[in-house]
């Protein structure tokens, strides 16, 4: 018994910091995703000329803390014949996963739980994909049809596209040459360009294997609804269902946070080395500016005071933001947080706009169909990845020789993602020629 | 003293997720506590300061080989497995046959001194300060040591995968 | 093509393998409604009232009906038009020969609708009622067969396959038994249902009550 | 009544499976079997290798009611079966009572008839673009199609006071005179249509995803569509051109120009051209009826009580959905004798196996969306 | 690290633990996940020598084992998916074709 409160006292000792982080994470994370579906609700009722959560508090904001306590006492209902056990266990795995993947992140070069892993973005991705196990257990346990196909869409499509995604890291990880994270930042910053850019069909590959990672439309297969009700959630409700929610999004700001950080240089701000440049350390307190002078201009329009009120209190919050973002620039006691600070915006700015990529597309395209959906992953995606690292590699290797940095660089792998495009749309026109006309050879019987 | 708290609590789940595995008439909790067992196994890895593996476990084994079995326990019908009779009915032959097994491997480890506890000095690991960075240093020696072993293991990764895909193909 | 004059055929796209037919030489009973022939739109503000003739069936005798006639003799029962609208009347047993003929000869290719009428007081109380179109003459024609209560009706599914299910719905609603049909079960009603609603003698307050009676025990409110 | 105990019976017709063969129970509640339609799908992996409809959970004896009811009285009940086209659904009721009473409505009426049904037409495509859309998993076309169906509702709620089952005609003509403004809300409306339907089309046209969730999906050939009774644009897509506007004209059709928009391989995706040709040709008759509205009575003398001569008409007309057929006998009572309904969807319908076959359950709902049925015309 | 003894001990435990699977159970399928067990049983003593001498060598074989254990396992799993097609088991006993 000693021993083991001495371990523990150690332990706590050696990792209290992490094990505070560890803690907001589980708190916060949720509340965090229940405002990214209020965002994502707004937008797509901005995106189809129509209002949104507008309710529960002003503007609806209100809304994803009624929605947790709508689900937290919805009724427990696990179907008659579901395995208990794994019915249970499955949406816990899920989100477990998603919320273990986020220790490894780096939000700027100052947060971050793990600090220095040094297989950093491999336990990212590694962790994140064991959340498969929480669908696919889940749509077993639960003893339905629908849940079962939805589970194994769902994990058919994990496997495949995991493939694709990975071809397209090795590609970025190629030119970081770590798979630490700070060290994958530091290497854009040594370059000053971007990976996203140096290899442009890599970063394009990753996009498109996240979003049919997280199961996003026009991925979302696995819960389509017009045909499988909600796939492998189907039997799931109340907070067991919530769990699932939040293993989804979490696993959204993962991938978006994994693309930021091999692609979008991560927590730096545009063209980090350019120093003529460094007035665009001004855009984000200018940005919280704006929508804090935005917000003070729509207060008087509130109907209500309390909206009113609550205008003024973002407004306010806005502007404090701004505050904290140029404190560093302007005042030399706190300017060595400048890197933190200021990382730690550009971070979740990008990760932002990659999250409302997803968004867009979901409200603009329709959904894949199976076949199509593997087709893609298989014909199109692995093979022009796996092209991709080839000819990447090899441009690697030409601009080694020719001692190329930084944008330099571009003149190897430029032509060398031009050709991985070449022969990506080569594939994709050979594939419609030969794509297999519905030969519906199915008994002519009107029965 | 925190090595051996983390190892014990590993270890711990590891051998009572390994029976499990073997233990459970359900194929699909058995799988659920194979899964356990090897996440075990990883952070017993990861104790050993063994990262790349140790991620290479989780990516593999959990994430790959786990899930392509999980995904063959539903494809064939549970339910007619799950009314059969668990074990064969050369259990106790078994039984006594892995007994033996075990006082071999035990007797020898005896014999060596290696058994925990036994009071006798152990070769030093060689501390941890000195390791070199673990994933460049498996890649060092997979790519310059081991290449040929290498290429022969991607061989068979090949085989192996039109072999599946032969195997599992619907004959028409 | 976009304002031509009614009558004309609206040529349509061969369907199929059926070819568009020789211009047949009948005159096409006047189909659908007598709308006014031009567009003369200050009108006399009182319309003409109707006058409805006393006789509205008239014997039918044009081409049509003869060559009917002269295939199948007395099988054709009754050839009348009602508000120029042709009716033949077929005897029942015949009713799949002479769908076959009026498919493959005179192009009648679309089985708009096959349903039933009860007249509980005549001696064979069913009419199964086809409304036929032709695609190549532009013009409907309906068919009645008659049967008695029981009596077996060939099904004229293997013609227009599309009459499985309108033959089902006339079994669910009528009990008419069609011989040949794929599959003859009620379609819109449960399959235990008692009786076929729609024929004149099925009380519809009577069957609810028993039904409100057996199965919910209090008594209906009907 | 009885309606819970539909299927028992029916389950146990259960065929014996083989291993990797499935039963997969559509409906009659699921998201995308668009009201009550139930579809027992035999699907071998995911592809579906037959498949049976189970209708009939939304029967309410509309043909039996109407024995009970005179003929005005029966009106009503005609907009409750397919309730996303009760305009439609209402003229043919009383254009087939009309022809049973051998009167005419007046040509005011018929131009304003023939400009509310065209107006149904559109938002009963509308609706279907919507939900197909929604099926086929994109989101948005919905809200957009909403959006303009409002405005439709709306000129209907300012013509007769109702949204939905609008009860608009009566038999003779009309029971209102159109308001004031009717052509400019309706000229207003067209105006605005046409950048909205090029809106949709921007969205789903050329769509990589949507071409290939429709193209070569359910197809239904001009022979199987002609032998499965197929009308509408379910025929008209595989390329017979037949509309019944034009080939026995009713209303005030024949005053207007238009055409007739087919397909050519009668896939999903040219059922989806069709109908959204369709909705074009439907706002240029609209505009080329609010130009010359003629005046005079609305209400041709019919009298308070209907008694028709004894005999029977049928009557047809092209609703949105197809070919829908009133076939009317009267005994010279106030009462019909019999009133039977040919129901577009319910024809339809049948041609679901038929296209099903083969696919996938994706495309299963894609079919069964493309269909364009309605349940309560199913059903009756 | 711990005495190098607790290790192996862990992986002896690991791997009679499977073996023990391996020659009792019926399902094929529960055998296959026995066999990764006692490979994962000899990953662990191979990391933990591996730890020991401060030799990344071990690591790799254990890398090696579970390319191999890949291998296995999809192999195997495409013969019981063919198996259970044609004879609608996963039983081992019986799967006695060649006793026909």
């Not at chain 1, 589970?151 to 994990?158: N, T």
């Not at chain 1, 996240?210 to 996003?216: G, L």
């Not at chain 2, 032959?93 to 058994?115: E, P, Y």
């Not at chain 4, 092209?318 to 019909?336: F, H």
């Amino acid at each position: 018994m000693q021993a083991v409160t001495q371990a523990t006292l150690e332990f706590v000792k050696q990792y209290w910091a992490p094990l505070v982080c560890g803690l907001v994470i589980v708190g916060v994370l949720p509340l965090i995703v229940g405002y990214v579906v209020l965002v994502e609700r707004k937008i797509m009722a901005d995106m189809q000329a129509r209002l949104g959560p507008m309710r529960v508090g002003p503007h609806g904001l209100l809304q994803p803390i009624a929605d947790a306590v709508k689900l937290l006492i919805k009724e427990d209902i696990i179907p008659e014949d579901a395995d208990k056990l794994v019915f249970w266990l499955a949406p816990v795995l899920s989100v477990a996963a998603a919320l273990l993947a986020i220790a490894g992140l780096a939000i700027g070069p100052a947060f971050q739980i793990a600090k220095d892993v040094n297989i950093g973005i491999l336990f990212v991705v590694g962790v994140s994909a064991m959340g498969i196990f929480g669908i696919v257990l889940g749509g077993w346990a639960s003893n339905s049809h629908y849940s079962l196909i939805g589970a194994l869409r769902s994990s058919a499509q994990l496997v495949s596209y995991e493939t694709a995604a990975g071809m397209a890291l090795v590609c970025g990880l190629l030119f970081a040459g770590s798979l630490n994270i700070t060290s994958i930042v530091q290497a854009q910053y040594d370059q000053g360009v971007w990976f996203g850019l140096l290899a442009p069909v890599a970063f394009f590959t990753y996009l498109v294997a996240s979003i049919a990672e997280t199961n996003r439309a026009p991925f979302d297969l696995p819960e389509a609804e017009s045909e499988l009700v909600a796939g492998y959630m189907t039997e799931f409700s109340g907070f067991r269902w919530s769990l699932y929610f939040l293993a989804e999004y979490t696993n959204m700001i993962v991938v978006a946070s994994v693309a930021t950080t091999l692609f979008l240089g991560g927590w730096l701000r545009p063209f980090p080395r350019t120093t003529w440049l460094s007035f665009i350390d001004f855009f984000p307190p200018l940005l919280m500016v704006g929508i804090g002078v935005y917000c003070l201009m729509r207060t008087p329009k509130q109907p209500v005071r309390v909206q009113q009120t609550f205008m003024l209190a973002v407004a306010g919050l806005c502007f404090a933001v701004a505050l904290v973002l140029v404190a560093p620039m302007l005042v030399p006691a706190v300017k060595p947080l400048h890197d933190g600070i200021l990382g730690a915006f550009w971070f979740i700015f990008k990760v932002s706009l990659y999250i409302y990529f997803f968004m867009w597309l979901r409200f603009t395209l329709p959904r894949y169909r199976f076949d199509q959906l593997m087709r893609l992953g298989w014909h199109f995606l692995i093979p022009l990845s796996i092209i991709n690292v080839l000819l990447i590699g090899i441009a690697m290797i030409v601009g080694t020789y020719f001692h190329l940095q930084g944008w330099s660089l571009l003149l190897t792998t430029s032509p060398a993602s031009i050709i991985a495009l070449i022969i990506a749309l080569f594939i994709l026109a050979t594939e419609q020629k030969s794509e297999p006309q519905k030969s519906s050879a199915a008994p002519d019987s009107y029965a | 003293m925190l090595d051996q708290v983390i190892f014990y609590f590993f270890a711990a789940i590891a051998v009572i997720s390994a029976i499990l595995t073997v233990t459970r008439r359900n194929v699909v909790h058995s799988a659920i506590f194979l899964i356990t067992a090897l996440l075990a196994t990883a952070g017993i890895f990861l104790q050993l300061r063994a990262e790349f593996l140790f991620i290479v476990q989780i990516i593999l084994y959990v994430g790959g080989i786990m899930v392509l079995f999980v995904f063959v326990i539903m494809l064939v019908n549970l339910d007619v497995a799950v009314r059969q009779l668990r074990f064969a009915r050369q259990k106790w032959v078994a039984l006594l046959i892995s007994l033996a097994l075990a006082a071999q491997v035990g007797l020898m480890l005896w014999s060596t001194g290696k058994m925990p506890g036994q009071g006798v000095p152990v070769l030093a690991a060689v501390p941890a300060d000195k390791l070199p960075l673990n994933s460049e240093a498996v890649a060092k020696s997979l790519f310059e040591t081991y290449l040929l072993p290498f290429e022969i293991a991607s061989v068979l990764l090949l085989v192996a995968m039109i072999g599946a895909v032969v195997m599992a193909k619907k004959r028409t | 093509m976009a304002d031509e004059p009614k009558e004309k055929q609206p040529s349509p796209v061969p369907a199929g393998d059926k070819p568009a037919s020789s211009p047949a030489a009948i005159p096409p009973p006047k189909p659908a409604a007598a709308a006014p022939t031009g567009v003369t739109p200050p009108r006399p503000a009182v319309p003409v009232p109707p006058k409805p003739p006393v006789q509205l069936q008239t014997p039918l005798n044009n081409e049509l009906v003869g060559r009917i006639r002269a295939k199948f003799g007395p099988v054709l029962v009754e050839a009348i038009e009602d508000r120029k609208q042709a009716i033949l009347t077929v005897e029942c047993g015949k009713l799949a020969e002479v769908a076959q003929y009026l498919r493959d000869e005179e192009k009648f290719d679309l089985l708009s609708d096959l349903t039933a009428v009860d007249w509980p007081k005549r001696e064979k109380r069913l009419d199964v009622v086809l409304n036929l179109y032709s695609f190549a003459k532009n013009e409907r024609l309906r068919v009645k067969a008659r049967a008695a209560d029981g009596e077996q009706v060939p099904s004229v599914a293997g013609v227009w396959p599309t009459a499985n299910w309108l033959e089902r719905e006339a079994f669910d609603m009528f009990g008419i038994v069609f011989t040949g049909h794929p599959n003859l079960t009620r379609i819109l009603l449960p399959d235990e249902w008692q009786g076929y609603p729609l024929r004149k003698d099925y009380d519809i307050i009577e069957q609810d009550t028993s039904w409100v009676k057996d199965n919910l025990g209090i008594e209906s409110g009907q | 009544m009885a309606m819970d105990t539909t299927t028992d019976s029916r389950d146990k017709q259960q065929t014996l499976l083989g291993a990797d063969e499935l039963v997969l129970n559509m409906g009659p509640q699921h998201p995308s079997t668009h009201g009550v339609l139930r579809v027992k799908l035999k699907l071998d992996g995911e592809r579906v290798i037959g498949s049976e409809c189970m209708i009939g959970y939304l029967h309410r004896g509309v043909e039996k009611i109407a024995e009970h009811r005179t003929y005005q009285q029966f009106a009503p009940y005609v907009d409750r079966m397919d309730y996303v086209a009760a305009v439609s659904n209402g003229l043919g009721y009383c254009e087939a009572i009309e022809k049973l009473l051998m009167v005419e409505a007046p040509p005011r009426a018929k131009v304003i008839r023939t400009i509310l049904t065209e107006l149904q037409r559109i938002a009963s495509h509308l609706l279907w673009l919507g939900t197909h859309a929604l099926d086929i998993g994109a989101l948005t076309p919905l809200f957009y199609c909403f959006r303009e169906r409002e405005e439709i509702l709306k000129i209907f709620e300012k013509y007769c006071g109702a949204r939905l089952t609008t009860h608009a005609f009566r038999i003779g003509g009309l029971q209102y005179d159109a308001y004031d403004t009717l052509e400019k809300d309706v000229e207003r409306f067209c105006k605005a249509f046409e950048p909205r339907i090029k809106d949709y089309e921007d969205l789903l046209t050329q769509n990589r995803i949507w071409l290939g969730r429709t193209k070569g999906v359910g197809i239904l050939t001009a022979a199987d569509a002609i032998a499965l009774g197929a009308t509408g644009p379910v025929l008209r897509a595989s390329g017979v051109k037949w509309d019944i506007r034009k080939a026995m004209p009713y209303a005030a059709y024949d005053q207007y120009k238009f055409e007739i928009p087919v397909g050519s391989t009668g896939d999903t995706y040219d059922r989806y051209m069709v109908r959204m040709e369709e909705m074009r040709q439907s706002r240029l008759i609209c505009l080329q009826a609010i130009e010359n509205i003629p005046t005079g009575p609305i209400l041709a003398k019919v009298g308070k009580v209907l008694k028709p001569p004894p005999g029977e008409v049928y009557h047809a007309i092209e609703a949105p959905k197809g070919e829908l057929g009133y076939y009317v006998i009267s005994d010279g009572t106030v009462q019909p004798y019999r009133v039977r309904i040919r129901p577009p969807s319910f024809v339809n319908l049948q041609a679901f196996d038929k296209m099903a076959r083969g696919h996938l359950v994706a495309d299963v709902v894609a079919i069964i969306g493309t269909l364009d049925i309605v349940l309560g015309e199913v059903d009756r | 690290m711990l005495p190098i003894g607790h290790y192996l001990f862990l992986g002896l435990a690991l791997f009679i633990i499977g073996v023990i699977g391996v020659v009792t159970r019926r399902n094929v399928i529960v055998i296959l996940m026995s066999i990764e067990l006692i490979l994962n049983a000899v990953n662990i003593n191979l990391v933990a020598f591996s730890r020991l001498y401060g030799d990344v060598a071990g690591q790799v074989f254990a890398l090696f084992i579970i390319a191999d254990a890949a291998a296995e396992a999809a192999v195997g799993l495409g013969i019981i998916i063919a198996f259970f097609r044609n004879r609608e088991t996963v039983l081992e006993d019986e799967m006695d074709l060649l006793k026909w």
